[in-house]
Every structure is written in structure tokens, then in C-alpha cells.
């Protein structure tokens, strides 16, 4: 019996062993891989690092319009500089876009803050001001900034122009509120910052983006550089979700800002199928007449209700529907490019 117990413990020290060195590797792998990213990065032009306080702001200009737009990420969207990037291609010459990221995505650093909307808005202000950027700004928010954007607009209505809401987070959302963030286990957690996932995602290739065209590998570095989803920042965000969307909603001033909201549902079986076109690169009538009856559904109609009284609370904003995916500036570019070229041709009419 003693002899059987000390061959099933030196197995387990070899085990023990075996996993701590494969941890190990995974780790400098990771590691010899984030710096390869910042290379690419920073040969690419996506490296602009500005002081935003408590730590540096990746912010990236394109173009050298006179109006610039501040455009801001949706949650955990550390790719969004290279979507914006392939976006700017679009707009006119006299657009530029100001993208910036929050703490913890991409190679924005990290804060030892809690993320909350004053902070998010505060240090975005302060890494604008030392990045040369000056007031009157031009804010368009994707998805979750629209609680930034709702704050900021709301609170500083002498340093903003105008607000371009990209299918944003909304006081329609409020279900949020009661479910809160979802944290990563920690155990996951652990295995991200091991390396292990990145190990196993180069190779097996899951590692790599779509949809950003000529800027599909800095769109891959930008997250691998420092997954949003787990780093301290990101996590940070997450689980103050309800509490940044309450203080969002609780600070609204109507006020006579010129505003545009760009929502994105279906209006049609064709609608749905153009969508899965995009996503998913075949259509689907069944699949798409199933959304399009989820867009007519009475949860749907009252969420749109809803959705409608914060736009007229917010006050002078107006709703345009482009049917199709939430990332709709991907999906039809053209389309969302000219909303925002007239929105600003009439802001500076």
C-alpha cells in the first residue's frame, strides 16, 4: 500500500511539474508575443499613447479634417481603432476621427481606479486636453460609450457641439441595471494572463480577425496586446456596469445640443437577410424571417417606445434607422458616413 501511494505521489509531482513548466512557457510566449504585437502597432501607426491622468490613453487620429469626432469604443471593443481606421476611408476630407480608448483596451494602460462614468469622462477629457484636442467636441459613441456620451453631454454642454450615438446603450436598457456585469471567473482569468489562451488561440488560429480588411492584423494585436475582457480595467467596467448606467441616466439636462441617434433594427424579412449576409456570409430566409418577427414582438415595440423617450428627453435629437448589424458602420459604411456628413454639414450650416 505504502508503495503504491509513493508511485501515485511522484506521478503527481510529475504532473505538478509538468504543469507549472507548460505555464511557464505559455507565459514568456505570451509575453514575446505582446511585444511583436506593440511592433506591429507602432509600425502601423495605431501607437499614440497621451497622459490621462493616472495612465496613458491610446488616442488615434485620422484624417486631417477641421472637424473632428471623437469616436468611443462599445465595451471590451479594443478593435475599434482599426474599424474607425477603415471607416475614415469613407467620410469626407473635412472629417477627422479622434478614437480614444479607455483603460484597459488595447495599448491604453491600465488604472488602479474603479471605472466609473465620471472617471471614464474625466480622464478622456484630460488625455484630450494633453493631446492638443480642444472643446467644442463632436462626440459618437458606439454601444456602451453611450453612458459616457450621456454624462459628458450632460454635465460639460459648453464643450460639446454635437452628439452622433451609434446604436447605444440606452435608458431602454435597464435590465442591465438589474443583472450587472458578468466577471470571468477567476480560474479564467488566471489561464489569460498564463498565456494560455494565447498559446492555444495562434495555434489554432482562433487568435486572428476578419472584417477590418488591410488592418485585420493590427485589429488581432489590439486585443491580444491586453485582452480587455480580463484585464484589471475591463473587469473594473464591467462590474460597475449598473451603477455607470445609473449615474448616466440620473445626470440628463435636456438641453439644445444637436443630436442624431443611428438605430439599427430590422423593418423587413430583406433587412434581416442583409445582416446575415454580412455576419455570417450566406442568407437564410428562415433564420431571417425569425429575426425579423423578433424586431416586431411586443418586447421589441416597447423597448423601441422606450428607447424613443430618452431620445426626446435628451432633447433636438433626431433617430435615423439603418436596418442592420449593431456594428452598422461596418456593415454599411456608405450609409452611416453620410448621417454623419450631414448631421455636421447642417451642425456648421
Known amino acids: 500500500m505504502k508503495k503504491v501511494l509513493k508511485t501515485t505521489g511522484k506521478i503527481i509531482l510529475v504532473l505538478l511539474i509538468v504543469i507549472a513548466l507548460a505555464l511557464l512557457a505559455c507565459f514568456i510566449y505570451q509575453k514575446t508575443a505582446q511585444k511583436k504585437d506593440r511592433e506591429l502597432l507602432e509600425k502601423d501607426g495605431f501607437s499614440n499613447l497621451v497622459s490621462a491622468g493616472d495612465y496613458d490613453m491610446n488616442i488615434n487620429i485620422y484624417g486631417d479634417g477641421k472637424h473632428q469626432v471623437i469616436a468611443m469604443p462599445g465595451s471590451g471593443d479594443a478593435q475599434f481603432t482599426a474599424g474607425m481606421r477603415l471607416f475614415s476611408e469613407y467620410l469626407d476630407d473635412d472629417i477627422s476621427l479622434v478614437v480614444v480608448s479607455r483603460p484597459g483596451y488595447g495599448l491604453s494602460g491600465e488604472t488602479d481606479q474603479e471605472v466609473t462614468t465620471e472617471y471614464i469622462v474625466e480622464s478622456t477629457r484630460t488625455a484630450l486636453q494633453n493631446a492638443g484636442i480642444e472643446a ?16 459628458w453631454e450632460s454635465t460639460y ?34 489561464l489569460c494572463k498564463a498565456g494560455v489562451f494565447r498559446a492555444l488561440g495562434d495555434l489554432f488560429g482562433s487568435n486572428q480577425e476578419s472584417g477590418y480588411g488591410k488592418y485585420n492584423q ?15 480595467s475591463g473587469i473594473s467596467e464591467i462590474r460597475n456596469i449598473s451603477a ?11 438641453n439644445d445640443i444637436p443630436k442624431v441617434y443611428i438605430s439599427t433594427h430590422f423593418t423587413s424579412v430583406d433587412d434581416a437577410n442583409e445582416y446575415l449576409v454580412f455576419a455570417y456570409g450566406e442568407e437564410d430566409e428562415e433564420e431571417a424571417k425569425q429575426r425579423f418577427e423578433y424586431y416586431q414582438s411586443d418586447e421589441q415595440v416597447e423597448y423601441r417606445r422606450k ?14 434607422n439603418i436596418p442592420g448589424s449593431h456594428f452598422i458602420y461596418e456593415q454599411k459604411p456608405e450609409e452611416c458616413a453620410k448621417v454623419i456628413e450631414d448631421f455636421i454639414e447642417n451642425l456648421n450650416g
Not at 485589429?219 to 484585464?231: I, K, M, Q, W
Open 307 to 320: 428607447r424613443s423617450e430618452y431620445i426626446e428627453k435628451l432633447g433636438n435629437c433626431q433617430e435615423i
Open 244 to 254: 455607470n448606467m445609473q449615474t448616466a441616466w440620473d445626470s440628463i439636462k435636456s
Open 157 to 190: 454642454l459648453d464643450e460639446v457641439s454635437g452628439v452622433i450615438w451609434i446604436d447605444t446603450v440606452n435608458e431602454a436598457d435597464m435590465e442591465l441595471l438589474d443583472e450587472g456585469g458578468l466577471e470571468p471567473p477567476a480560474v479564467v482569468t488566471f
Open 136 to 151: 467644442p467636441y463632436i462626440l459618437m459613441p458606439h454601444s456602451m460609450s453611450g453612458i459616457y456620451a450621456t454624462y
Open 218 to 232: 493590427d485589429a488581432a494585436a489590439l486585443y491580444n496586446v491586453n485582452p480587455t475582457a480580463f484585464s484589471k
